[in-house]
């Protein structure tokens, strides 16, 4: 355990965040993704079973820059005929402080997406629709 770090934020996960550079991708996944195949041509695939992707963000937002200079949050589009639940978005965009455009994206446009991902992570959320990719940015100099 560490100071000012989360206890939802696994060592694996904090190592993952750190390698990142700006521009690279990762995606909080819900329980039902398959992350083990998509992200099977991503650098690593991690799992946080019984947490909530909400939950997971909040604890990574403070330590994970959101990129500034392309939209920085992908979400899944409803495919045709479906509905997507609002409450899922606004809890997301809570847990990330995120007031900005979220990019929605068709189902298997997203699948293509996650494959180039750095990093998949498979989350116990259960809402449909609840998978979110995350671009990082340029990480603010401490002075």
Known sequence: ML???SPVISPDLLKVMSEMGHGDEIVISD???PAHYFGKDCNYVLRADGLAADKLMAGMIPLF???SYAPP???MEAVPGDT????VEKKYRAALKFDGEIVRMERYAFYE???KAFAVVL???TAKYGNIILKKGV???CN
């Open 31 to 33: 329980a039902h993704f």
């Open 113 to 115: 997406r996650a494959k």
């Open 3 to 5: 100071k000012g770090i």
């Open 123 to 125: 989350t116990g959320e």
């Open 84 to 87: 997507l639940d609002p409450e």
């Open 139 to 141: 990480t603010p100099v």
């Open 65 to 67: 820059e959101l990129d």
């Open 73 to 75: 949050v992908i979400m």
